[in-house]
């Protein structure tokens, strides 16, 4: 770490390393797995899992995070695992949280990758995140600029650092238009970012599509993973991914397709049974928000 990012780090108040919980997964391959609420000054705005792998020619981050003291916080976490410097940035999407750290990972010389998608994404919603990140961090967002990946793909990136294989696809829209998943074909582990949340009940947001939301995921599943990382939630097995997004997906289209197919209008979205997924962190505040959204998208199909 750069004296001038201590410096910030004091000015900002909150310490280093108190919200992120290290998950090893396997042999070189981390989730760093973020609180399941709100972006905060404590957190840096990291409310979301990241990705490390550790090769031998340097450790590949998957998703930048929040902001520049949010990706100091990510560095500072992956010194205390490893001596490699991070040399690729993976930016899975255009969600702040995925890539609002750019600028602190440029500044240490990383490559940052991105499909064409995503960097749309990121450029038509800057002003709007940056709005939000300086309401919920306050100081804390203090050094965030808008830093954009120097290598851009359209569908699919290979890459391959200190000989570890990486594939970058990019199946389609989800969370978000430009997500991406990362698959790693030695070690059978997937980086999901905000294709797949677990723990917490996802959120259906305006820019979020589901239809191909559920096509991107089962096109990411498809790869047959034996591990899941995912953008919010702990790393788990498919299984886990799958009941705690793609079925819950599923079933918001199917309550709503029956909604409407029996004349129902948006007045009667609260009548859509998701009761099976009221252990879901957050369920009673994404609830009302994900059904509306996903009615809006389905009326018109
Ligand atoms: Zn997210």
């Known amino acids: 770490m750069k004296p001038i990012y201590l410096a910030l780090a004091l000015l900002a108040g909150p310490a280093f390393g108190a919200g992120l919980e290290i998950q090893p997964v396997t042999d070189g391959i981390y989730a760093l797995v973020g609180p399941l609420g709100q972006r905060s000054p404590e957190n840096f705005g990291n409310n979301s899992t990241v990705g490390v792998v550790v090769t031998p020619k340097g450790v590949v981050l998957i998703d930048a995070g929040a902001s520049w003291l949010g990706a100091a916080d990510i560095d500072a976490m992956i010194d205390t695992i490893t001596d490699q410097p991070v040399k690729v940035v993976i930016n899975t999407g255009g969600q702040d949280h995925r890539w609002f750290g750019n600028g602190y990972w440029q500044a240490q010389g990383a490559q940052i990758i991105t499909s064409a998608d995503a960097l749309a994404d990121q450029h ?35 890459l391959t650092l200190g000989g570890v294989e990486m594939q970058i696809i990019h199946p389609g829209a989800a969370h978000t238009a430009g997500d991406s998943f990362v698959w790693l074909p030695e070690a059978q582990v997937v980086f999901a970012g905000d294709i797949v949340f677990t723990e917490r009940m996802l959120g259906v947001q305006p820019h979020s599509i589901v239809k191909d939301w559920i096509a991107s995921f089962e096109a990411m599943a498809a790869y047959g993973p034996q591990w899941v990382i995912p953008g919010h939630g702990h790393a788990g097995p498919m299984t886990l991914a799958s009941h705690d997004t793609y079925d819950y997906l599923v079933n918001l289209r199917r309550q709503i397709g029956a909604l409407i197919d029996d004349g129902g209008d948006i007045y009667a979205i609260d009548t859509i049974d998701q009761s099976a997924f009221d252990y879901l962190q957050n369920a009673e505040v994404w609830k009302g928000k994900n059904a509306q959204q996903t009615f809006e998208q389905m009326e018109w199909e």
């Open 124 to 158: 038509e919603r800057f002003d709007e995140q940056m709005l939000r990140l300086n309401m919920f961090l306050h100081d804390a967002a203090q050094g965030t600029l808008a830093v954009y990946a120097d290598t851009v793909f359209d569908t699919e990136y290979n």
